[in-house]
Nanobody, 116 residues
Framework: QVQLVESGGGLVQPGGSLRLSCAVSGSIFSFIAMDWYRQAPGKQREFVVQMAKSGSTNYANSVKGRFTISRDNNKNTVYLQMNRLKPEDTAVYYC??????????WGQGTQVTVSS
C-alpha cells in the first residue's frame, strides 16, 4: 500500500514563506501526476497545483506566481514552496498521487496557518 506523508506546515506571518514536503513510500513515478490540494475551515477541498510525470505543471490562479511545486526523484518527495503567504492561504494542505480516474492516494494533511 502506497503511503503519502506531508510535513512542513506551521504558523507563519503574512508575507512569509513555508515549504511543504510530501514523501511517497514508493516511487513518485508510479503516479501519472502529483497534486497539492487544500481545505480551509468550512470550505470544500480545492486544487492548488499539479505536476505531471512529464514535469509539466498547472497552478490555481490564486497561487500562481507565489507557489512552486518541485520534486526530488531520488527521495521520492514532492515539495510545495509557498511564498508571499496570505491569511486566505490558511488551510490543511494535502498531497495526492493520481493514478487515473477514481484511483488516487492521499496524505493525512498538514496545517498551514497564516496570521500575525
Amino acid at each position: 500500500q502506497v503511503q503519502l506523508v506531508e510535513s512542513g506546515g506551521g504558523l507563519v506571518q503574512p508575507g512569509g514563506s513555508l515549504r511543504l514536503s510530501c514523501a511517497v513510500s514508493g516511487s513518485i513515478f508510479s503516479f501519472i501526476a502529483m497534486d497539492w490540494y487544500r481545505q480551509a475551515p468550512g470550505k470544500q477541498r480545492e486544487f492548488v497545483v499539479q505536476m505531471a510525470k512529464s514535469g509539466s505543471t498547472n497552478y490555481a490562479n490564486s497561487v500562481k506566481g507565489r507557489f512552486t511545486i518541485s520534486r526530488d526523484n531520488n527521495k521520492n518527495t514532492v515539495y510545495l514552496q509557498m511564498n508571499r503567504l496570505k491569511p486566505e492561504d490558511t488551510a490543511v494542505y494535502y498531497c495526492r498521487g493520481w493514478l487515473g480516474p477514481g484511483d488516487d492516494f492521499w496524505g493525512q494533511g498538514t496545517q498551514v496557518t497564516v496570521s500575525s
